[in-house]
């Protein structure tokens, strides 16, 4: 069974959830005492800022934590109230302002264990091209979308872990891990996580890197096409044309079409990304062979998107099809993410800095997720498709700052945290007018704090206290 949660947002919509900024889930389950628990961590001069940044700790952050749930053995974190699971793209983010709080270290190594057990366990049942994986989401037993109960009472989701999610989801467990570990120093968190980390890395190469070009593409274990368009940004334009295949060398029995035919500059340069990460925490870890190791792959992937996804003409890297390196024509917001990553060269970044700084991305609320004159810009619901999503942004804007560009970087920022404080925190907005879309307070839109925390506006201020 195939449950997408943005379809159920776009049939109900967001009106169906609690208010962004006094969510019943997440105050109930946090108190009213959260600016007192944060206010000796963080310095915040601008009281709206502030206000801002108590919401975001309470419905986006403390709010998102659960306690143990078979087969949970640990805590762990939801990103949305109607999301009954944890993901790994919006963990990531959660976990890096959980860090900010001293008295949250075993939270975050109690989240960071749901994913090391999980590993565990479907490497103990799975063949060896399969080990390593860990799901976009694990859920609880009792898990039952809510939202999917909504549309249809009768409907139960599968609970069978051995065979669904059979997907996996953006690689930045590496990062998020980073993040949490220049906060706090939690030199025992990254001893435990970096093998298991490596071990997903080794998954994701093998299975997604299917013909060993240095390029991810996507897929899922089930064969379902949107399971596997959901690994990435899931309704990205450049997906259109995606078809499932089976795996292009590996012969034998038991093989199904699991296996995509577009890569993605998106998830490659994620994966470059947690490689990177990963180097760093082995390095602290001690273990000079990991990081050795890791370094190839992250050479081999910045040399093969620098060949084949570099689009001079658009400026950005496309996706390209896997058979044949041809690049597909249209740049989605995982066209930037390369600069996260440093893939570009310093002249390759100047020039994605021109185009984004121009009106095809820089929409009223940048940046939109796939150029305003695209023609499918605002279509199939917009998820994906001209809408703005702040960990996107956030994650843009830095890749900027690291190349010099500044001042755009601060622009988007600074747009992204005004339309913030002026409408609420939401999953995402829409790029013309700034109006709140998706579900309130969730988890991956603390990124409105998390851009000003680390020194990339220029109109707001606040940082993290130094210890």
Sequence with gaps: MTFNRRSFLAAVGAAAFADPLRGAFAADAVG?????RIRPYLDCPD??????????????????????EPPFRHRWIMPGDHYKGQWIWDTMFVVDLLAVLPDQREVIREAFQNYWDYQARWDAVKPDYARGFIPCAMFPDSHRFSAAVLLNPTLKVNRDWKVWPAYSQIPILGWGMERVYRRNGDIELVRAGIGPIERFHDWYWRERDVTDVGLIGLGSYDGDIQNARNETFDYECDLDDLKMTPHPLRKGPNEGPWYGDILVPGNTAYLILGEQSLVRLAQ????????????????????????????????????????SLEKVPVATIGSWIPLMAGVPTEEM?????????????????????????????????SFWRGDVWPPTNYQI??????????ELAAKIVDATVSNALKVGVYERYDSLTGKP?????????????????????RQYRAKVKAK
């Design 32 to 36: 009213d005492d959260v600016a007192e």
């Design 349 to 381: 970044a100047a020039r994605m800095a021109d185009v984004l700084a121009t009106d095809e991305w820089m929409t009223p609320l940048p940046v939109c997720t796939v150029g305003r004159h695209d023609p499918r810009f605002g279509t199939r619901e």
């Design 284 to 323: 602290a870890a001690g273990d000079a062979a990991m990081a050795e190791r890791r370094q190839a792959r992250i050479q081999k992937g910045i040399a093969a998107m620098r060949q084949h996804m570099w689009d001079q003409k658009t400026g950005t890297f496309l996706a390209v099809k896997r058979d």
């Design 437 to 457: 879309l998706g579900v309130p307070g969730n988890g991956m839109s603390c990124t409105v704090l998390t851009m000003v925390l680390n020194g990339l506006s």
């Design 397 to 406: 804007a830095a890749g900027l700052s690291q190349y010099g560009h500044k």
């Design 47 to 68: 009281p709206a800022l502030w206000r801002l940044a108590v919401d975001v700790y309470r419905n986006c952050v403390l709010g998102k934590v659960r306690p143990p």
